[in-house]
């Protein structure tokens, strides 16, 4: 049984939700050459800024859903029967164990005794706290590896990346994880963060739709059609002191439009949005290709590829007249 985790100080939260355990278990092989599963990769755990009721100041050290000096602590999650969940694959483990210098099976989680994911074992790796400022994970270190397989399984409020959090946003996400390769480059502008969201921004203020995916990506949460510009207008600003990278990733992807476009669609009518699957409702044709879902990330792909875009002009055409009948 997994030893309940102690409690933990004003300020932490910890998140370690139930699950089910499958119904069939893969037996465990141990290879003579177990597969490096780390690489030489730094990521980062960046926290996402939200705006509450309460606090509505960038500048307030409480905006955003959480205090300067806070830190949140998130748990192997802990099955129904009382077990711990596998963050790690078969051939995760196997080649941990050695690189670590650890016993065959050390990183069981069936073990009785000296559990590596027990709270009880000072040896082991059961939680991973999180800090309101960037967070680092280097990927080539067996520890931080383990970290980062633990956060990847709190999905409730751990975005895996900025792809899924502008596919599909969350009001539960708190973090989400990036790559500091992709932030380096970023870096390297001689342009500051502020200055250069500032020059985004200005290209889409007067642009309704545009301001209503950027909010809505960032702040995972749904806005009216009757929404005012001036409302989106303030929202984005705040959104830009409160995590201006982020909303950079966002405004720069260049998908933009065509998300856009899909959206607006989908509010429409043009495009069917079942569960999160998205058809064109002409004809209902599934926007991927054959083998795929058509989730929002993937039907975004799918209308910007050349052989696609009569089917593209087609929406925008059906839009205008939309538009002109209102």
């Given at each position: ?6 409690s ?54 409480l ?29 995760e ?18 073990k ?13 790796i ?8 960037d967070?680092?994970l280097?990927?080539s270190?067996?520890?931080d ?30 973090f ?18 502020t200055?250069?969201?500032?020059k ?39 959104q ?12 720069n ?9 899909i959206?607006?669609?989908?509010d ?15 004809g ?23 052989r696609?875009q ?7 055409a ?9």
């Amino acid at each position: 049984m997994a030893k309940k985790n102690e409690s933990i100080m004003e300020m932490v939260e910890v998140e370690g939700p139930l699950v089910e355990r499958p119904a069939s278990e893969t037996v465990r092989e141990i290879k003579d050459e177990p597969v490096n599963c780390l690489r030489n990769e730094r990521i980062i755990v960046r926290h996402i800024a939200k705006q509450t009721g309460i606090v509505t100041d960038p500048k307030h050290e409480l905006y955003g859903g959480m205090a300067s000096n806070a830190k949140r602590t998130f748990v192997v999650p802990i099955l129904k029967n009382g077990g711990f969940m596998n963050v790690l694959t078969n051939q995760e483990k196997d080649f941990l164990e050695q690189a670590m210098g650890l016993e065959t099976n050390a990183l069981s989680v069936y073990k009785e005794k000296n559990n590596f994911w027990d709270s009880s074992n000072d040896n082991g790796i059961n939680k991973v706290t999180l800090y309101k400022q960037d967070n680092y994970l280097d990927l080539s270190k067996p520890g931080d590896y383990i970290k980062y397989k633990i956060l990847l399984k709190n999905k409730s409020r751990i975005c895996p990346s900025m792809q899924e959090l502008q596919d599909r946003p969350k009001a539960t996400y708190e973090f989400v994880i990036l790559s500091e390769n992709d932030e380096s480059k970023s870096q390297q502008r001689n342009i500051s963060t502020t200055m250069q969201c500032y020059k985004e921004f200005g290209k889409i203020e007067s642009n309704w739709d545009k301001l209503r995916f950027v909010v809505e990506t960032l702040t995972g949460k749904k806005l009216a059609e009757n929404t005012k510009l001036e409302y989106l207008q303030t929202q984005v600003n705040d959104q830009i002191q409160a995590n201006g990278k982020l909303f950079l990733k966002v405004v720069n992807d260049p998908m933009l439009d065509t998300k856009v476009i899909i959206r607006k669609a989908v509010d429409q009518g043009v495009i069917a949005d079942r569960g999160g699957y998205l058809y064109i409702k002409d004809g209902n044709i599934p926007m991927c290709e054959g083998g795929e879902e058509p989730t929002f990330g993937t039907a975004a792909r799918w209308l910007c590829k050349p052989r696609n875009q009569e089917i593209k002009f087609s929406i925008e055409a059906k839009l205008d007249e939309l538009s002109k009948n209102k």
